[in-house]
Each structure stands twice: as structure tokens, then as C-alpha cells.
């Protein structure tokens, strides 16, 4: 069965920072893979997508990750945090080529600090 | 268009009384999911449901828990004699096809007292 591991609960970045936040996922085979995130008392918006080709996916609001099959990997990215970025950001995965369970990372918390 | 609608948004219950929680995804979606998001925690997949396919229930906690889908549309959450353990964020989330990414409603707020 399809797994996401999401290592970081908690993360705090100082504005203007750069990012990183940790996903790994664990399929037999290429999956489908997404970044979600939920701002504090709100839905979850998606930020990305990968389904396949470039390995380096641009998404919504300056963000972007990178997707690594040898890591199982699918790291998000961004080169200047600002203050408004501080939510929940989960990672989720879904088997390729059909409908199945969409399975979400337990989430990581992003604390900007001025 | 028109997103995810999740209704009530909020919903008080008295522990042991049964509470049912709406969703209607975007027309044309075929694949309905449903998740519940308890205080600081991650998304647990409860139920899933696509096309005329059997539902997937895996991750429906205990059997007081129950969804059904009908004319390939709505969805209703069942929670029968809720318990306090059951106060989470009920998330509904539709997508059109097998690569789409899942767009989610609001959520139903429900806290068992």
C-alpha cells in the first residue's frame, strides 16, 4: 500500500528565508503527487502537482518541488518565505493510471518569524 | 463554477445521538472522497468513492461509521451514536479524473458533547 512521510511536525524559517519541506512516499511505482496547503482556519488549497516529464514542478504562490524517484522524494521549495506562508503543508500521493485512495502525509507546520 | 459544498458547517451533538454530514461534489466529478481532520492532526482517508464502483471503506474508523453516494452525486456521512472521540473537521473532496488533484469543500466542524 502507498505511504507518505512528512519527517518535519514543525518548522520555523525567518521572512525572506528559503524553504524546504520533506516528503517521502513509498509505491512500487511512479505515482501521482501533490502539495497541499491549509492556512489557518481555512480549506486546503493546492500548491503543485506532478504526474510526469519534468521532474521539477512550478506551482502557485512562488513554490516548487522537485520530484526524485531514486529518493522517493518530492520535496517543496521556495527561495524567500514571506510571512503570509505560514500554514499546513501536507504532501499526498495516489497510485498512477487509475482511481484509487489519495493517501495524505501527517502535515508540517510552517511558523514564519519576522 | 461552483466548488465542493459541505453542509453544516458546523454541528453540536449530544454524545450517543446519530448526526449525518452532506456533501456535493463539483458536478461532473466522479471520484468523492471523504476525510476527517481531527485538532492538529494530518487527514485520515475514511471512504471513497468512484464512479458505480464499489466504495472503498478502508479507513471508516468502526461500523457506527457509514457513507453512501447517490445518483453519482451527493454524498452523506453517517456517524451513529457519536462519541466524543468523533469531533474532527469532516472534509469532502471531489476529483474529475484519474491525474486530476482533489478539490475540498470547507468541512463540517463537529464537536460531540
Known amino acids: 500500500a502507498q505511504s507518505v512521510t512528512q519527517p518535519d511536525i514543525h518548522i520555523t524559517v525567518s521572512e525572506g528565508a528559503s524553504l524546504e519541506l520533506r516528503c517521502n512516499y513509498s509505491y512500487g511505482a511512479t505515482p501521482y503527487l501533490f502539495w497541499y496547503v491549509q492556512s489557518p482556519g481555512q480549506g486546503l488549497q493546492l500548491l503543485l502537482k506532478y504526474f510526469s516529464g519534468d521532474t521539477l514542478v512550478q506551482g502557485i504562490k512562488g513554490f516548487e518541488a522537485e520530484f526524485k524517484r531514486s529518493q522517493s522524494s518530492f520535496n517543496l521549495r521556495k527561495p524567500s518565505v514571506h510571512w503570509s506562508d505560514a500554514a499546513e503543508y501536507f504532501c499526498?500521493?495516489?497510485?498512477?493510471?487509475?482511481?484509487?485512495?489519495?493517501?495524505f502525509g501527517t502535515g508540517t507546520k510552517l511558523q514564519v518569524i519576522p | 463554477g461552483a466548488g465542493v459544498s459541505q453542509s453544516p458547517s458546523n454541528k453540536v451533538t449530544e454524545k450517543g445521538k446519530d448526526v449525518e454530514l452532506r456533501c456535493d461534489p463539483i458536478s461532473g466529478h466522479t471520484a468523492l472522497y471523504w476525510y476527517r481532520q481531527s485538532l492538529g492532526q494530518g487527514l485520515e482517508f475514511l471512504i471513497y468513492f468512484q464512479g458505480n464502483s464499489a466504495p472503498d471503506k478502508s479507513g471508516l474508523p468502526s461500523d457506527r461509521f457509514s457513507a453512501e453516494r447517490t445518483g453519482g452525486s451527493v454524498s452523506t456521512l453517517t456517524i451513529q451514536r457519536t462519541q466524543q472521540e468523533d469531533s474532527a473537521v469532516y472534509l469532502c473532496?471531489?476529483?474529475?479524473?484519474?491525474?486530476?488533484?482533489?478539490?475540498f469543500g470547507n468541512g463540517t466542524r463537529l464537536t460531540v458533547t
Open positions: 473532496a471531489s476529483r474529475e479524473q484519474a491525474n486530476s488533484p482533489l478539490h
Open positions: 499526498a500521493v495516489v497510485a498512477s493510471g487509475g482511481y484509487q485512495k489519495v493517501t
